[in-house]
């Protein structure tokens, strides 16, 4: 196993961030939290954005999701769920089912890995795209 990760001082743009992130349920990208931060912290880079919420996740302190291929997502939420993405505009949601534990014994059994873990993506069509349905283009 790898060694914790050691705690970082929570400085006045990583406690704003977080707060803007804790905010919302849209796993927002690094970019839509920058538009977010920025309101607060107009002098704030996209950069700073970026490597402060790596710097996070990297702590735990906030998750990265990386989904489907798209741009990297960042969640307040740490502890375990799922996740939805649309396959249209692909907005990325909580799930709100419980958590299969079972799946990583499963998984070890049929496998020669070590299991940590696992990450489940479910995908279908949002609300707001079904009522669009004729303008429906799958990502």
């Known amino acids: 196993m790898n ?7 929570l400085t006045t743009q990583r406690q704003i961030i ?21 309101k607060r912290l107009p002098r704030i880079g996209l950069g700073t954005v970026y ?3 790596e710097l996070m996740a990297e702590n735990g302190m906030i998750a990265k999701l990386e989904v489907g291929g798209t741009q990297k997502r960042f969640d307040a939420t740490t502890e375990s769920h ?3 993405r649309c396959s249209c505009c692909g907005k ?3 799930i709100d089912i419980p958590i299969i534990d079972s799946l990583v014994g499963t998984a ?11 990450h489940i993506e ?10 669009n349905e004729g303008n429906i283009t799958i990502q």
């Open 3 to 9: 060694a914790p990760t050691p705690m970082i001082r």
């Open 18 to 38: 977080l707060e803007e992130l804790s905010k919302v349920k849209t796993h927002p990208t690094a970019s839509e939290v920058y538009d977010m931060v920025r």
């Open 51 to 53: 490597r402060n919420l």
């Open 82 to 84: 799922y996740h939805i």
């Open 92 to 94: 990325v949601e909580d």
């Open 108 to 118: 070890a059994k049929n496998s020669s890995y070590q299991i940590f873990g696992h």
């Open 122 to 131: 479910f995908t279908g069509i949002c609300s707001e795209c079904q009522k």
